[in-house]
């Protein structure tokens, strides 16, 4: 009978902890892809209905043979899962593909900040994210926080491994909160210093309030300087 080789997973890298690759915007590691002509959809907003609307096609060509995409090796551990949104959530900007996948809006979470910053303010979905009274946000929950809600969920789908992404339940996804620092990071990235308006961002974020009274944001991490708000 032949032996069935020993699996071994794929090697870690280093990486940056995760605000410092929202900062940065990137993980400090690329891929080279080699580039095409292809047929990309074509957006225009809807003065009318207020959305962003598809009409049609457009065929996109490279200026480079070459583009070289942020590369997200594998961590050794997954210490942190990451959701980009708005603070206030809207109907118009619920993933459809979310829906389709019969997952529940809000659940997705990932292990890569800079994954779930992209979710945070969208060109795509019209002003998703950039208006002030609803900026977007990112949400966090360790690994250690999700086994000690409910240990028995979190073994079996093999939280703290990296196997990227997951979509919480409610119980534990109501426990998520706004991570005050990230949130500003990724703003001030985006939009940059004169349009992210962040002081009002701020008071926007701290008056958030969960339904129990409880306040729905964090600086970074629960502990040390939190502990002192």
Same mark, same amino acid.
């Given at each position: ?30 891929? &080279? !892809? ?42 050794? &551990?997954?210490? &942190? ?9 809207? /109907? ?22 800079? /994954? ?21 946000? !990112? ?16 073994? /079996? ?21 706004? /991570?005050? !620092? ?22 926007? !974020? ?11 944001? &964090? ?11």
């Amino acid at each position: 009978m032949a032996r069935v080789p020993k699996y071994k997973a794929p090697k870690s890298k280093p990486r940056f902890p995760g605000l410092i690759e929202l900062a940065l915007g990137r993980t400090g590691y690329t891929r &080279k !892809i080699r580039t095409s002509p292809v047929q990309m959809p074509k957006w225009v907003y809807n003065n009318k209905t207020k959305q962003m609307e598809q009409k049609g096609t457009y065929t996109f060509i490279p200026d480079k043979k070459y583009y070289y995409y942020p590369d997200f090796p594998m961590r050794g &551990k997954v210490n &942190k899962y990451w959701r980009g949104e708005t603070l206030h959530p809207e /109907e118009e900007f619920i993933s459809k593909a979310g829906l389709e996948a019969n997952q529940e809006p809000g659940s997705w979470h990932s292990p890569e900040p800079l /994954e779930a910053s992209n979710y945070v303010v969208r060109g795509s979905k019209g002003d998703m994210g950039a208006q002030v009274t609803n900026p977007g946000v !990112i949400r966090s929950i360790t690994a250690d926080e999700i086994y000690k809600i409910d240990p028995v969920w979190a073994k /079996e789908n093999f939280i703290g491994e990296p196997m990227g992404n997951v979509n919480l339940p409610p119980h534990i996804r109501q426990q998520a909160k706004i /991570e005050m !620092i990230a949130s500003l990071i990724v703003r001030l990235r985006k939009m940059g210093l004169t349009k992210s308006e962040i002081f009002t961002t701020v008071k926007q !974020i701290m008056s958030k309030r969960k339904s129990s009274g409880e306040k729905d944001w &964090k600086w970074f991490n629960r502990g040390g300087i939190v502990s002192l708000i």
